[in-house]
């Protein structure tokens, strides 16, 4: 890891429908997520009772600006399936692994 960089959790507990949609429609996830500056990698997790995202960007800018944009997707694309605000969870990351 070439610096500190940033990630958020978006944690959408009890909304199992916003994550059955969010998986239909994986293209315009992966679209919207990768577009944002900064970008380092992305991960949807289903749970029992909903689900939640941990996208993790270069720096605090990338993790804002990815959850506004969640945030105005849903409230565009799905609005029938928003439910509540996810809990936002954001901080700077201080060890990744990976393959």
Request: glycine share 12%; hydrophobic share 35%.
């Amino acid at each position: 890891m070439g610096g500190l960089e940033h990630a958020v959790i978006r944690h959408y507990k009890g909304n199992a429908q916003l994550l059955d949609e969010l998986a239909r429609r994986t293209d315009e996830v992966e679209q919207l997520i990768r577009g944002v500056s900064g970008f380092v990698s992305y991960c949807l997790v289903r749970t029992a009772d909903g689900g939640f995202s941990v996208s993790v960007f270069e720096d605090r800018a990338g993790t804002e600006e990815s959850s506004r944009r969640a945030g105005d997707w849903i409230r565009q694309n799905a609005p029938q399936v928003a439910g509540s605000p996810p809990e936002v969870i954001e901080g700077e990351a201080i060890l990744q692994l990976s393959n």
